[in-house]
């Protein structure tokens, strides 16, 4: 049991990447085993969790030779979360499959083999609308789309959301859009408070959480750690967090994920399955459960020599 969900928007710069590994991370905080597939030239989600753009055995191998993808995948320093990386060779697929049968499928062909492996698989698709976005959207059980909140960000939605039409009608008849991601939200103007009602408008099945603009968020990639692990109680972080917890009931009400996952220890040890559910919902799954599980109040939780005289 596992889902493929492709992350797309031909516009660049909306935090495609950025939220393809952030809820990855997240996803995988929550005991689901996790899979990113940079499906991107550019190479940025590969370098976002830490890992090296290798020179082969990776997607384009997979896409234009037909080689298994199996000893390409990487694990990352985050348990549970690993990554399929990809080269700027990557760009030359899209040519060099033009006179190939069936090249919309070449990546679900290609996928179809790790989902045993996974929970969950993210791809992070090129901002473009071309052949690996489509194949992208044939190999997909559903789709995220991110949208920055201005202005020319909702031009394009519409024409996205023909491509995906298209891709229901002619290649993948189970598509289904899962929601619309509002990102760089600055409550601090009109503009994205705007932008946030016209999507809820149009997009009933619009996310709740909403990706704040964030300094830390921009800061994160730069040191190959998502933004869980590098800053844990940012907001980014928790807007991520609230994101996932969405993602994964919609997916457990589709019976898309198991409902008592398999807790990771570490990179590179099997996975073990708690014997109840109460075991799981023991285990904090994210900085914010940990912080609430001590209760204590601070200036009570240690008493000084003093205090504790006044106090015999």
Not at 273 to 286: L, M
């Amino acid at each position: 049991m596992s889902v493929v969900i492709a992350l797309a928007n031909q516009k660049g710069g909306v935090g495609k990447t950025t939220t393809t590994v952030s809820l990855a991370a997240a996803l995988a905080a929550r005991h689901l085993r996790v899979l990113i597939v940079d499906a991107d030239p550019q190479a940025n989600a590969t370098s976002a969790v830490g890992a090296t753009k290798d020179d082969e055995g990776g997607l384009y191998e997979a896409l234009v030779d037909e080689q298994p993808l199996g000893p390409a995948v990487r694990e990352t320093a985050t348990p549970g979360l690993c990554i399929l990386p990809t080269t700027p060779a990557l760009a030359g697929a899209e040519v060099e499959l033009v006179s190939v049968m069936a090249r919309e499928f070449r990546m679900k062909r290609a996928l179809d083999s790790l989902r045993s492996r996974f929970d969950v698989i993210l791809v992070d698709c090129p901002p473009s609308l071309g052949l690996l976005t489509v194949n992208a959207l044939a190999a997909a059980d559903e789709v995220i789309i991110p949208v920055q909140c201005e202005y020319f960000a909702l031009e394009g939605l519409s024409h996205l959301s023909h491509t995906i039409d298209l891709v229901r009608r002619n290649l993948n008849p189970r598509l289904v859009i899962r929601g619309v991601v509002l990102t760089m939200f600055d409550a601090r103007t009109n503009l994205s408070r705007e932008v946030e009602a016209e999507v809820r408008v149009h997009f009933a099945n619009t996310f709740r959480a909403v990706i704040p603009r964030s300094v830390r968020l921009a800061e994160a990639p730069s040191h190959g750690e998502p933004i869980n692990v590098f800053d844990p109680t940012s907001a980014g972080a928790r807007a991520y967090d609230d994101l996932a917890d969405e993602l994964v009931a919609a997916l457990r009400a589709r019976d898309l994920l198991p409902q008592v996952p398999a807790v990771v220890t570490a990179p590179g040890l099997p996975a073990t399955v708690p014997a109840t559910p109460h075991e799981v919902a023991t285990i904090p799954s994210t900085p914010r459960d940990l912080a609430r599980t001590d209760l204590t109040p601070i200036d009570h939780a240690v008493q000084t020599p003093r205090e504790q005289m006044h106090g015999a």
